[in-house]
């Protein structure tokens, strides 16, 4: 059974850093893109960040570029998002979300697998 676990969120001030992780777990996740999503209230989810494979490229929402960076452990199995320079339009429940066929990044309809979610609150 595939599953995505996220972790790390939390209540910060802006300008503060936090680190998501996401634990996936049911099968080998090496050849899979991984991403970051996430939904702030009253919007729809948005494209955040995405690692097309472990070791491949990665690509990033013009709103966090330069601020946030990705990353996945060796096996591709566990992902980061280190999130520096927050800002209060930050704030949102983010998701980790897996694709088996890598491709159009930003779409989450091209995603198949999903976390449950974790609040990242930034306050001002």
């Known amino acids: 059974q595939v599953q995505l676990v996220e972790s790390g969120g939390g209540l910060v001030q802006a300008g503060g850093s936090l680190r998501l992780s996401c634990a996936a777990s049911?099968?080998?996740?090496?050849?899979?893109?991984m991403g970051w999503f996430r939904q702030a209230p009253g919007k729809e989810r948005e494209f955040v960040a995405v690692?097309?494979?472990?070791?491949?490229?990665?690509y990033y929402a013009d709103s966090v570029k330069g601020r946030f960076t990705i990353s996945r452990d060796n096996a591709g199995n566990t992902m980061y998002l280190q999130m520096n320079s927050l800002k209060s339009e930050d704030t949102a429940v983010y998701y980790c979300?897996?694709?088996?066929?890598?491709?159009?990044?930003?779409?989450?309809?091209?995603?198949?697998?999903w976390g449950q979610g974790t609040q990242v609150t930034v306050s001002s």
């Open positions: 049911g099968r080998t996740f090496s050849g899979y893109a």
């Open positions: 979300a897996a694709d088996r066929r890598p491709g159009t990044y930003y779409l989450e309809a091209r995603y198949d697998y």
């Open positions: 690692s097309m494979m472990s070791g491949g490229s990665t």
